[in-house]
């Protein structure tokens, strides 16, 4: 399995970006998808989620009213609309797949450089 996450960038406060992640993988579309972030001197947490179908999305409280979560199965895609971002929202993202069987995201994109300006 093998997560390519893009999108990433410079932009302002109160700017939009959209991160996306290819998967290369048969069972896309079964399989659980979150994104992850990780800032300078904290632990890497996960801030949204997506379940195989689309039907079922977690956002984390931080991000709740700013960020959408969406994939397009026919493209092996999961996607993070970020909105009104704040220079809180700098971080490394990644996106992850779920292992079912294991139930733990064992699969992990390579990282994509957020950086908000105030």
């Known amino acids: 399995v093998q997560l390519q996450a893009s999108g990433g960038g410079l932009v302002q406060a109160g700017g939009s970006l959209r991160l996306s992640c290819v998967a290369s993988?048969?069972?896309?579309?079964?399989?659980?998808m979150g994104w992850f972030r990780q800032a300078p001197g904290k632990e890497r947490a996960v801030i949204a989620s997506?379940?195989?179908?689309?039907?079922?999305?977690f956002l984390a409280d931080s991000v709740k009213a700013r960020f959408t979560i969406s994939r397009d199965n026919t493209k092996n895609t999961v996607y993070l609309q970020m909105n009104s971002l704040k220079p809180e929202d700098t971080a490394v993202y990644f996106c992850?797949?779920?292992?079912?069987?294991?139930?733990?995201?064992?699969?992990w994109g390579q990282g994509t450089q957020v950086t908000v300006s105030s």
């Open positions: 993988v048969r069972t896309f579309s079964s399989s659980g």
């Open positions: 997506i379940n195989g179908n689309g039907e079922r999305t």
């Open positions: 992850a797949m779920l292992d079912p069987l294991k139930a733990s995201w064992s699969y």
